[in-house]
């Protein structure tokens, strides 16, 4: 077996040469599977060089030249391919001298089937017939396999995209097409210029579609494409998209800086969708409403990741990380983003609950294991970065910016990213840009706050004690903190977090009364908002990214207020997943756990059922095989026999979208 060579320190590309604006034409033959490109780069030579280094893989290079305001035309003496670097070095006989050029490059590569660079898509036609689209994939690092490129997210430049294709296809890139030309056996499409952007989000898609189109009422042209007969199944996500643009341009205070966007459903496509500005690609399942067929649960995601999507044309195209090591910053924003939109656009859907059983409480899941890693994780070699493409960066990355929100409020968390979007607009930032701007509006320790939660891997376990105040008129609380580990061992390492704390109280139980950050290992809070009898919630909407355990009567008090749900559901749900997880560490007994269970019989929530449902799993597996296993059954019948007698088999008409869900649980 040959030997794997180990990674060279990963240098990025040198610095002395930079782009400034490519002239990109693409022919691809879909007998061969081949293309044929041409690129033409205006470059800027910042300083006097004999060589110069660019990303390419998987391509041939033809020839290259460069020109420009010191040089005639001149060709390299040598052209290098360093495939294990990824890079092209175009060696010169003379030095080039500082200022402006232009790189010409002819080269050829291949249509393939790896689901990126640009490759080819199979699907079956409305006549059966097999037939093919090519689509582009660049994110992170595959511009490269398409065309000779600086390669890197802060090398920004302008693109003119030019495609020539066969007759009869629809040929899509970022921007509107400027011109078309018939060439006899093949047509040309000239797009217009695009803003200064990235290479991963540079985007072309040549196939056969159909598409619906709409104008939001700000006035952008939005479409959606689907496969040729079923435009229909396009029509949701349009609804939700020119709905979408409109909400964000509001939130942010800045306008959709492109004329239009355009939806397109790919046959073949690796992830669930790519942001490509002006041209975001999905995989059909993410963007295809079938009316017959699609769930109620597939419906709400699609409007989540049309959501998800848009949001990244603002934070992630206008505004891009400098380096990948940023990249939990544009995912877990934009993870985050999707459920404030998808809230206002459809509240029937109260999509934040869901948001905690689904994102939030699987990044706590994981995030408690030894293998987990922080939040920002830094990226040397382009092959490590499909390493954080995961849920701690998406999950555990949305949830501390939900944290953030609620620590600092919406108002100022809007005025904080309007201030970061203007001030950094087709520039490239580092995550602590992001904590600078929304300090600025908020007057807050943000970055303080916040590199406790993104430069350390997991999260704190806050133990609260109780009793009352020597004055008789309240109860004093104190909290400790310590590293919440699954297997419930402490780590040797010392953690620590400045961790948001709020608390609720049986008076209100929808109003915060105290609201304050522990910033060591230990504090004590005074609360005088309650009766001698009522219950006290820390953390109520289960925001804070934490565990809380309570002492037996503080946990007793609050059992009530779930059985008759004057509880708020996100906090009958927090109570109970907290709880559970804390039994799974060896902190509690189980029967803690089957006690508090129990209060649950009379729940409506969707929600709440579904954490239920995951721990009554996880229960049942343990207790399969055992003498308890009969009674558990009997345990678990009991708890959903008012629920599933409530719901019934056959859906009602007009009964809400949750209960839609909760009967497919249920059953």
Not at 20 to 39: C, I, R
Not at 352 to 367: C, G, K, M, P, S
Not at 518 to 541: A, C, S
Request: hydrophobic share 40%; with cysteine; glycine share 6%.
């Amino acid at each position: 077996m040959p030997e794997v060579a180990a990674y060279e320190p990963y240098q990025r590309l040198p610095t002395s040469v930079l782009p400034k604006h490519y002239k990109l034409t693409l022919t691809p033959d879909f007998t061969t599977f081949t293309f044929k490109g041409e690129v033409s780069v205006q470059i800027q030579v910042v300083k006097e060089t004999q060589k110069i280094v660019l990303n390419a893989l998987d391509l041939t290079i033809q020839n290259a030249s460069i020109q420009g305001e010191a040089v005639s035309q001149q060709e390299p003496s040598n052209i290098s391919i360093l495939s294990e670097n990824e890079t092209a070095e175009f060696t010169f006989s003379k030095p080039i001298l500082p200022g402006k050029y232009s790189l010409d490059i002819q080269f050829t590569g291949e249509v393939n089937d790896k689901m990126k660079g640009l490759y080819r898509s199979k699907y079956v036609n409305q006549k059966g017939e097999d037939r093919y689209a090519a689509v582009t994939q660049f994110e992170s690092t595959d511009a490269r396999r398409c065309f000779p490129c600086w390669d890197e997210p802060a090398l920004k430049a302008t693109f003119d995209i030019t495609l020539i294709v066969p007759p009869k296809l629809e040929a899509l890139s970022n921007m509107p097409v400027k011109k078309v030309t018939d060439l006899g056996e093949l047509i040309r499409y000239d797009f217009e210029t695009t803003p200064i952007m990235s290479t991963y989000l540079v985007a072309a898609v040549v196939g056969e579609y159909d598409y619906v189109e709409d104008r939001s009422n700000d006035g952008v042209l939005v479409r959606v494409y689907t496969p040729r007969g079923k435009k229909e199944q396009g029509l949701f996500a349009l609804e939700v998209a020119t709905k979408v643009l409109p909400y964000y341009k509001d939130y942010f205070n800045i306008a959709y800086p492109l004329p239009k966007i355009d939806l397109i459903a790919i046959a073949d496509f690796s992830a669930g969708a790519m942001e490509n500005w002006g041209l975001v690609t999905y995989r059909e399942t993410c963007l295809l409403v079938d009316p017959e067929n699609t769930s109620a649960v597939r419906k709400q995601w699609i409007a989540l990741v049309v959501g998800h999507e848009l949001a990244h044309q603002w934070f992630g195209n206008l505004v891009t990380m400098e380096w990948w090591t940023h990249l939990w910053l544009n995912e877990g924003y934009a993870s985050f983003v999707e459920f404030l939109c998808v809230n206002h656009l459809f509240p029937q859907y109260d999509i934040w609950t869901q948001f905690v059983n689904d994102v939030y409480i699987r990044a706590l899941e994981l995030d408690c294991l030894k293998n987990s890693h922080p939040i920002e994780v830094p990226v040397g070699h382009p092959s490590e970065i499909d390493e954080i493409f995961d849920d701690i960066s998406y999950n555990k990355g949305a949830s501390v910016i939900r944290m953030l929100h609620h620590y600092i409020g919406d108002e100022d968390f809007r005025k904080g990213m309007n201030l970061y979007l203007t001030k950094h607009q087709y520039k490239n930032t580092f995550t602590e840009d992001l904590w600078e701007a929304l300090e600025e509006a908020s007057n807050k320790p943000v970055g303080a706050v916040m590199s406790t939660w993104t430069k350390q891997m997991g999260f704190p376990f806050v133990k609260v004690a109780c009793k009352e105040s020597s004055d008789g008129k309240g109860f004093l609380l104190s909290f400790t903190q310590q590293k919440f580990c699954a297997d419930g061992v402490q780590p040797s390492k010392d953690y620590s977090w400045m961790i948001p704390i709020s608390i609720s109280t049986s008076t209100d139980p929808n109003k915060e009364v105290v609201s304050t950050v522990l910033e060591t290992k230990e504090m004590e809070i005074l609360v005088t908002d309650v009766k001698p009898e009522g219950w006290i919630k820390v953390n109520p909407g289960t925001i804070g990214f934490y565990r809380t355990q309570y002492p037996p009567d503080m946990l007793e008090r609050l059992i009530p207020a779930v059985h008759d749900k004057s509880l708020p559901p996100l906090d009958r749900l927090g109570l109970l997943d907290d709880l559970f997880a804390i039994v799974q560490a060896g902190h509690s007994g189980t029967v803690e756990v089957l006690k508090l269970l129990q209060a649950y019989v009379d729940e409506t929530d969707y929600t709440v059922w579904s954490s239920v449902s995951n721990i009554l799993t996880k229960l049942g597996v343990l207790l399969s095989h055992t003498d308890c296993e009969e009674l558990f059954k009997k345990f678990e019948k009991s708890l959903l026999s008012k629920v599933s007698a409530r719901l019934g088999w056959d859906s009602l008409q007009g009964e809400q979208h949750l209960d839609t869900l909760l009967r497919g649980l249920v059953l």
